[in-house]
């Protein structure tokens, strides 16, 4: 069975800091790109970040560029989401995802998310 869990949100206030989580299991996590998604209330879900676990490139959207940084432990099945320099636009519930093959797309598998909330 595959499975993603997300863990690492919470509250934190502006300036601040959270490192995001997401443990896979039930595939090889070196054949899939795996990404993180956010989604806050009212809006369309939005692509932050993504990893290709096969040789570790990386995207990111520009509004967290410089802010966020995505890595990969593939010893442990486990992407990471470093996020400095939160901002109350960063609140939402973010959710990992993976997709077959190199790029991220709409995510063949998703995590349940994990809350994420900036105060100002």
């Known amino acids: 069975e595959v499975q993603l869990v997300e863990s690492g949100g919470g509250l934190v206030q502006a300036g601040g800091s959270l490192r995001l989580s997401c443990a896979a299991s039930g595939f090889t996590f070196g054949d899939y790109a795996i990404g993180w998604f956010r989604q806050a209330p009212g809006k369309e879900r939005e692509g932050v970040s993504c990893?290709?676990?096969?040789?570790?490139?990386?995207y990111y959207v520009d509004s967290v560029k410089g802010r966020f940084t995505i890595s990969s432990d593939n010893a442990k099945n486990t992407v990471y989401l470093q996020m400095n320099s939160l901002k109350p636009g960063d609140s939402a519930v973010y959710y990992c995802a993976a997709d077959t093959g190199y790029y991220c797309g709409g995510g063949d598998y998703w995590g349940q998310g994990t809350q994420v909330t900036v105060s100002s």
């Open positions: 990893i290709s676990t096969s040789d570790g490139s990386t």
